[in-house]
């Protein structure tokens, strides 16, 4: 776990950051932070692991592939289809149906509420906000998402799924805000899929460590600089904002930080905790299709929750893990005193589980916009399993840095990045 100080001396500004899929890079590693005995010799080879402890798959067409490909350090990435995207319904394990032919063998869905979801996915598709003939007298600015759903007359499994599997919604608040949010996420889901056909998940070979060493050459590039392994012993203030970082002796003086929350404790407060549960598996998750990663999620109203239950499933398909081997990784938002068995139904999915890792962090935001102090603090990840609340926290971060909106254009294909097969 290794914090990184990148230093791009023309800017001014000192970046102070966890990677957002700290991992370890050995089985042994994993078994050491946990404070676990073990592991057992069978998977022992640590040059055959890398677990991220906090994974989240990318949209194929969501916004943080656009803000890497703008970047442009997709460069330094190779991506690889998740090879599954699937629910919890009915005691059952079951694909998300995103496409009209998913639908009519959804298995979820009677042959009225096929035809009432196919309705809704042909008018999703084909709505652009441009142009008015499409919206059917839909006003997407005052219509809510549940008189959308009402006007097509899904049923409620429908529109659990819908908005939390498919438009990726992680609270029942969208239901009463204007519907274009959601037609927006549908779209984006559909098109994913679209690109890569078994899902609308990618994730990088190598894990989300790959990240900041594809930033830490695009840095270099351009004359950057990356001090690793370096303790913040001390930020130095001057009249309220924020002068130079002190570490290991040396002081390195910037006009701007940027970080997380891990480095200003005084500056950020608790919003709540998540509880996450890596499992190393020997075999494929039940009613999969004996994917070697997928994605499953559990819709809050299927537990009595008030949040979703998400459970991440990668292997060494994607040079994760030794062969044949999984690790699947459960996360939600803290409910009750009891956080693990919050997940208990989640984790009965995986069984057989060969060893369990529970964690439990707190979510922390910053107390201000940063703009008088000159630090800038990241949020905590969420429980969720997709990059969606990271990317408007680092538009929300942008804009409170620079005073202006971060723009990027349409992205470009990744299939010279990723594997389809």
Not at 5 to 29: D, M, N, Y
């Amino acid at each position: 776990m290794n914090p990184h100080l990148p230093w791009p001396g023309r800017l001014s500004s000192l970046s102070l950051h966890f990677v957002a899929g700290i991992k370890c890079s050995s089985c042994l590693q994993l078994y050491r932070r946990f404070k676990v005995p073990g592991p057992p010799k069978s998977i022992r080879r640590g040059k055959e692991w890398n677990v991220d402890l906090v994974p989240k798959f990318f949209l194929a067409t969501g916004q943080l592939v656009k803000i890497l490909v703008h970047t442009e350090v997709t460069r330094y990435l190779d991506f690889k289809v998740v090879e599954g995207s699937y629910v919890f319904k009915a005691g059952k394990v079951h694909k998300v149906p995103a496409t009209e032919e998913d639908a009519q063998c959804s298995d979820l869905m009677g042959m009225f509420d096929k035809r009432r979801f196919k309705k809704m996915l042909h008018f999703v598709l084909n709505f652009d906000t441009r142009n008015p003939r499409t919206h059917q007298d839909v006003d997407p600015e005052k219509t809510t998402t549940r008189e959308l759903f009402s006007r097509f007359d899904l049923g409620q499994d429908v529109i659990e799924v819908t908005g939390h599997a498919i438009a990726l919604h992680s609270s029942e608040s969208y239901l009463d805000q204007p519907c274009l949010e959601t037609i927006n996420r549908i779209r984006r889901y559909c098109e994913s899929l679209s690109r890569h056909n078994s899902s609308p998940y990618l994730y990088p070979l190598y894990g989300l460590g790959e990240l900041p060493q594809g930033f830490a050459r695009l840095s270099a590039e351009y004359g950057g600089t990356f001090l690793l392994n370096k303790p913040v012993d001390e930020i130095v203030m001057d009249n309220g904002k924020v002068k130079a970082v002190k570490s290991d002796g040396k002081v390195f003086h910037c006009k701007q930080l940027i970080c997380d929350p891990s480095y200003v404790p005084n500056r950020v407060r608790k919003m709540g905790r998540v509880v996450r549960v890596i499992c190393l598996l020997n075999h494929p998750v039940k009613n999969t299709h004996e994917a070697s990663s997928c994605q499953i999620i559990i819709p809050q109203a299927e537990l009595n929750r008030k949040s979703d239950v998400y459970i991440c499933v990668v292997s060494y398909s994607h040079s994760l893990a030794s062969d044949g081997m999984y690790i699947a990784t459960v996360s939600t938002t803290v409910e009750t005193n009891n956080p693990e068995k919050e997940v208990e139904p989640a984790l009965e999915l995986l069984e057989p589980i060969m060893q369990k890792f529970v964690s439990v962090t707190n979510v922390l935001v910053p107390n201000e916009d940063g703009r008088k102090s000159q630090i800038f603090v990241s949020r905590s990840y969420d429980a969720t399993n997709h990059f969606d609340s990271e990317c408007e926290d680092i538009k929300d971060m942008y804009r409170r840095i620079t005073g202006a909106e971060l723009c990027f254009g349409k992205p470009r294909n990744l299939s010279h990045n990723a594997d389809d097969d």
